[in-house]
């Protein structure tokens, strides 16, 4: 219903654009049958709307397909992000170092305007840089660069409250270095970008937005 909705808009939009056809703009029964006539023919647009809340923008974390993806308030994609999810699967117990499942919302913001590969230092913004040299002197590190979208479980019970609370085991989803193996699970829990890309979505998305960690997406 989405979809046809979205394509008679386009098709409304496209007709009332059109002032060269008056026979058009004059007749009602000649615009509602061009209506239907582009609707028919125009391409239907895939929608993924927000589950939880309809109409608001969310985002997507495939645990299976590595992927984060981001989508506007009708379900449209925006951005689809290759990432990294924890090693040792997904779970939601303290010190699992697993990524959490379920519904979660972005409830706190680090490294706003902060230049690419600083490093984060619990959860404090350092002046230092990450660079190629030290990982290799610390390579079993899991560097948090660039930003941090700090994530809230969302599920009593799940993902929010006690030994398996995710704010309270700092899951976030941010930056990391360009040794990461994009595609291919390997942090120690939160869900990593690259740093362009952790940087493009802090900046196009707000404090609350919903997040999805789907293990068969």
Not at 43 to 58: E, M, V
Not at 93 to 111: F, K, L, N
Not at 132 to 159: M, S
Request: negative net charge.
């Amino acid at each position: 219903m989405l979809r046809l909705m979205l394509a008679l808009s386009l098709s409304a939009s496209a007709f009332a654009g059109d002032a060269e056809d008056d026979a058009l703009a004059m007749d009602p029964l000649a615009a509602a049958a061009f209506a239907v006539q582009q609707q028919a023919a125009a391409p239907l647009l895939d929608t993924s709307p927000n589950p939880r809340h309809y109409g608001a923008p969310w985002i997507l974390v495939g645990v299976r397909s590595q992927t984060l993806r981001r989508y506007d308030g009708w379900g449209l994609l925006q951005r689809e992000y290759q990432v990294s999810t924890a090693r040792k699967g997904v779970g939601e117990v303290s010190g699992s170092y697993q990524t959490p499942r379920g519904w979660h919302r972005v409830c706190e913001r680090i490294g706003a305007g902060v230049e690419a590969n600083t490093i984060i230092f619990r959860r404090k913004v350092t002046p230092w840089k990450y660079t190629p040299e030290l990982h290799i002197q610390y390579p079993n590190k899991d560097w948090i660069l660039t930003r941090i979208l700090w994530l809230c479980g969302e599920e009593p019970g799940k993902n929010q409250g006690g030994e398996v609370d995710s704010y309270n085991r700092a899951i976030y989803i941010h930056g990391a270095g360009d040794h990461v193996p994009w595609g291919t699970p390997t942090s120690l829990g939160c869900v990593r970008m690259k740093n362009p890309d952790v940087i493009e979505l802090f900046d196009a998305t707000d404090n609350g937005i919903d997040v999805l960690i789907d293990e068969n997406a």
